[in-house]
């Protein structure tokens, strides 16, 4: 009930009804595994400089369906954010403005669940761009592969304490790292966790 409201209460605030169908309920099968690249961790000054984003149908990875956009920074990155996302300013030579890639985003999700690895931190960046053009934060269901890999393993050990670092839920999931570190392989990888903590998992 508290979700349904919140939701309407969101809802209010849309300021183009373009973009209501974001707000219906979604009856499918797919969802969206999504990863941002930022300048640093804090919500309120960072920026995205990328997204990758894959779509899940089922228990398959839809690679052919994927997403990746680079976003133009308002300033220049600093070499010590470079060690942490590995994204150089020749990476973004072809790079689009903010709110264009925002769109082209919300375009490819639509109205499906997303999820993601810590993805509260995720959409708290998106929202920090969705919010002054739309009126609106994201309002798609929202699915927390740590949360789930938590709740299995838990059952397990009860008592127990849960490693829940990434590389730790790969490894333990027998799951390979992908090469390069960046968004979309990060957002595959997750896909990944999440088919694989549903018992199965297909690549096409």
């Known amino acids: 009930m ?9 809802l ?3 300021k183009n009804d373009a973009y209501a169908s974001l707000f219906e309920p979604y009856e499918g099968d797919e969802a969206v595994v999504f990863d941002t690249e930022t300048t640093g961790l804090n919500p309120k000054k960072d920026e995205v400089l990328s997204i990758g984003a894959v779509k899940v149908k089922g228990d398959r990875i839809l690679t052919s369906q ?3 956009v680079f976003l133009k920074p308002s300033r220049a990155i600093s070499a010590e954010s470079i060690k942490i996302h590995h994204i150089r300013p020749c990476d973004l030579e072809h790079a689009v403005e903010p ?3 925002v769109k082209k985003f919300l375009e490819f999700v639509g109205n499906r669940p997303l999820v993601g690895y ?4 995720d959409v708290s960046m998106m929202n920090r761009m969705i919010k002054p053009w739309l009126g609106v934060t994201l309002p798609n269901r929202q699915i927390e592969v740590s949360g789930l ?3 299995k393993k838990i059952a397990l050990i009860p008592q127990g304490n849960i490693d829940l670092r990434f590389d730790t ?4 999931l027998n799951i390979p790292r992908m090469g390069q570190h960046n968004a979309l392989n990060d957002a595959i990888m997750t896909a990944m966790v999440y088919i694989k903590l549903q018992h199965t998992i297909k690549l096409n």
């Not at 508290?2 to 969101?10: H, K, L, S």
């Not at 810590?118 to 931190?121: D, G, N, S, T």
């Open 118 to 121: 810590y993805l509260e931190f």
């Open 99 to 101: 709110l264009e890639g």
């Open 2 to 10: 508290f979700e349904a409201f919140r939701r309407t209460w969101n």
């Open 149 to 151: 890999y938590f709740d």
């Open 169 to 172: 839920i790969l490894k333990d």
């Open 12 to 14: 209010r605030g849309l």
């Open 66 to 68: 994927s997403f990746e």
